[in-house]
C-alpha cells in the first residue's frame, strides 16, 4: 500500500461519508426499520390463490407489451442504425441521426412512460409507445456499433464489383451484421419485459400497476403474488434466452454448438 | 526444374496492340492504410498473366486497387481498357462489373451459404426488383452451378462460408469473381497462407479460367518462384518503386525493364525463398 493509494482511499471514504450526509443515508433507521419488513413479509406469506389468474394475465399483458415495443422498436432502429454508421454515410448524414439517437437514450423508459401517459392517457398503449422509444435508442446504437465493427474485406470484395449502395447493403451489411442483431433483439426482449413490468408505477400499463395499487393500499399478499409471478417469468426468459442464444447465435457465430453440461 | 539463364532486353518489338492497364508515373500518397507509390510505369496486355511481387509493405496492394478505382492516385496516368479509373464515372462503373477482385482476406460473408456468396458476383445484372427480392433468375443460378463445379466445390453449395477450409474459401472467392463473368481478374496474395500443394491447385484452377476466359489475370505474391511458374511477366515492387519486370520466355528469364537490379540479384531472387 503505497501513500498515493492511502490519500486516494482517504478522499473516497469522506466523500462517502458527506455524500450519505446529504442524501440522510443512516445506518440507524435501517436497523429500526427492519421490523417493519418483517410485518410485510408476514402479510406476504398470506397469499391469496385466488389472485392466481389475474396475475397470470397481467403478466401476459406485459409480455404482449414488450412484444409489440421491442419489435416495432427493431424496426424502426435498424434503418436509423443504417443511417448512423460511419462507414456508410457522410458525416452530414451520421451525425444528426447520432444525436437524435443520444437524445433519445437520456430518457429511462420510465420517463418516456409519463411522457405518453400525459399524451394518450394512462393505459397500456402509454407503456407500448415507452418500450418502442427505449428500443430505438438502445438497439440503433448497438446496430450501427456492430455496422461499423463488421469485416471491411467483404464491403471492399462487393463495393468493388460496382454494385449499388442498397445493394451493398441489403447483400453484405445486413447478412454480415445480422447474427449480432439476434443477439440484441433477444437481449431487448428479456430486458424490456422487466422493464414493462414497472411502467405500471406511473400509469402505463402492464403487471407493476396492480403491484402499485395493492402496495398502495396495504395489500401485501396481493401484491406479493403478482411480484412472484414476474421472478418466476423474468427466471425462466433467463433461462429461454440463454438457451436460444447458445443453440443458434453462438452457433451461427462459430459454426460450432455450444454443448452444456 | 527448368535450366534457366539470364538475357538481357527485350521483346519490346512485341508490341502488343491491345493493352489492358496502363501506367504513367503513377504515384500514390500514403494513407493509414496503404502504402505509398512512386512514379510507377507498367502497361499489361489483354488475356495475360501478370503478377506483382514484393515484400510486405511494399505497396504491391495498393498497386492492385489503383487498377479498380479503390484508390485514386495522386499523380500520374491510369487507363483500364482506355477509360479512367473513376468509381462516379457511368463508363467506369460498368467496366467496374467486370473487373473481379479478391481482397487478401477473400471479402467472403460468413453467413452465407457458398451459392449464395458466388451468386453476388451476377448482382449488377439484376434488376432493381429481382435484387430487392434476393431472387436470381434461373439461369444465373445454373451458371452459378456451372462455376461451382468448375472451382470443384460440388455438394457444397450450401455450406455456410465460414464453415469451409481454406483452400475452399479461395474457391469460392474465385467462383464469386468469375460469376462476374470478368475481364480482368484481380487477387491479393490469394495463396500466401496456403500449403505447396493447395497453392497449386488453386494457382492452376485460375490458370486454367485465365486461358478458358481469356480474361487477364493480375496478381500479387511475394513467393517470385511461383509468380514466375504460372504469370508472363512479373513486376517487382520495393518500397513503392518498381524495380523490375521480368518475363520467362522458353528457357529464358527476360528482364523487360534495365532497373536498378543486377541479374545476379536477380537470380538470387529467383532461387531464393524465404517462406520455405
Redesign the interface.
Known sequence: MTPKNNIIIGIIIGLLVIASYNVDVSPIDFVEGLPNLMIVFEEMIAVEPKYIPTALWAMFETIQMAFIGTVIGIVIALPLSLLAARNLNSKFVYAPIRAFLAAIRTFPSILWALLFVIMVGSGTFAGVLAIIMYTVGFIAKLQYEAIETI?S????????????K??LI???VI??S??HLLSQMLYMFDYNIRQTSILGLVGAGGIGFYIINYIKFFEYGKAAIFMLVVLITVLAIDWASVRIRDKYIIK?Q??MEITTK | MKQIRMTKNSSFSLISTKKIIQMNDVSTSYDSKNFALKEINLSIDRGTNYSIVGQSGSGKSTLLKLMNAMMIPSDGIIKIDYIKPDMNDKKFKIMMHKIGYIPQNLGLIKNISVLENILIGALPRLNKIQSFLKKFPEHEIKEAKKIINQVGLTGKEDRKAHMLSGGEKRRVAIARALMQKPTILLADEIVSELDHVTAREIMDLITDAQKRMNLTAIMVHHDMKLALEYANRVAVIKEGKKILEIGVEGDNIVDFQTGDMTNDEIMEMYSDDPKK
Open positions: 469485416d474485406d467483404p464491403m471492399d470484395a462487393v463495393g468493388s464489383i460496382g454494385v449499388s442498397v445493394q441489403s447483400y453484405v447478412p454480415e445480422a447474427s451461427s462459430h459454426g
